[in-house]
């Protein structure tokens, strides 16, 4: 079933009565700007009205062409912390994104995203626009949260329909082309591995990265939500998508959005196998020694019972 995201999400709410009032995609629920080197007055002015600015940029803006219910929102969260201030306005920092979608029939939240850009530079001053044009670049900021939201509804839709995340991927790819002449760090290929750039780049990689894909269309429509109705079959269904995470992991070891899925993801496998016979068990864990090995204390309710 390869319907697009706000399809397949009337049908997954409409049992339940939903609010037809249409409204923005994102329900970025918090963000905050902690600043714990720069204590001077002048400058906590300045981030107070950046986490304003920044909450109703992500809130407010429309990030597609598709019509959202209040009940269909993604939602996310931003916690900066400003490192260093290099003078009034001008800053380091890291921002740490989070997302997360409802399983179908349940109160459970899935992770999507969770992710902390060490890359960070911030140009801000009290009261500043924070205008936004997918065809031009005008600050580092908006590109950055730009960038983000539109990853953050990229594998939203991916984890609904196969591919269904392309155009937020294409269009994060444009956010970063437009930033590339700017020389502020993660645009560009030379950036370092772990970066905006190898991330959508990566994202959008069909030769390599289409199994990865597929895995998060399997792992998330075809696992997490068939769980309330026949919990044994999501399970398999879960362990079908990570061997296709380990096809990717065979072609491309140590991978950077590898590393994003199971930054998501290794609590949640760790909780869903927990109460899995141990044969189920051993399988799942021969897959994540091989390819997570730097989550292996998560899976360690994973062992066998005897």
Not at 21 to 40: F, G, H, K
Not at 145 to 164: H, K, N, R, V, W
Not at 292 to 303: C, E
């Amino acid at each position: 079933m390869n319907a697009p995201r706000p399809v397949i999400f009337l049908l997954l709410f409409l049992y339940g009565g939903m609010n037809f009032l249409y409204a923005q995609e994102l329900n970025c629920i918090s963000v905050d700007v902690v600043s714990p080197q720069v204590q001077d007055v002048a400058a906590q002015a300045v981030f107070k009205n950046m986490k304003d600015a920044i909450y109703q940029f992500m809130n407010n803006t429309k990030w597609t062409a598709d019509n959202f219910t209040n009940q269909e929102k993604i939602e996310c969260t931003i916690y900066i912390n400003i490192t260093a201030e290099n003078a009034m306005g001008d800053w380091n920092a890291t921002m740490q994104i989070q997302s997360r979608r409802p399983v179908y029939k349940t109160s459970y939240n899935s992770p999507m995203m969770n992710w902390q850009d060490n890359n960070i530079h911030l140009l801000y001053q009290l009261n500043q626009p924070l205008y936004f044009n997918i065809n031009t670049y005008s600050d580092n900021i908006t590109s950055l949260l730009a960038f983000y939201a539109y990853m953050i509804i990229g594998y939203d839709y991916d984890s609904f329909s196969l591919e269904g995340g392309t155009k937020y991927f294409l269009d994060a790819q444009t956010i970063v082309n437009n930033a590339q002449p700017s020389g502020e760090k993660g645009w560009n290929p030379q950036d370092g591995e772990q970066t905006r750039y190898w991330m959508v780049t990566n994202a959008l990689d069909e030769t390599f990265y289409a199994p990865l894909r597929k895995a998060w269309y399997e792992y998330h429509r075809l696992g997490l939500d068939v769980m309330y109705q026949d919990f044994a079959k999501g399970r398999a269904e879960i362990y079908d998508a990570l061997n296709l995470v380990q096809d990717v992991y065979n072609d491309k070891p140590a991978n950077f959005n590898i590393q994003l899925f199971f930054n998501a993801k290794a609590t949640e496998i760790a909780n869903i196998y927990s109460g899995a016979p141990d044969e189920e068990k051993a399988r799942v864990m021969q897959i994540l020694n091989a390819i997570d090995i730097s989550d292996i204390d998560t899976y360690s309710k994973l062992k066998p019972t005897n």
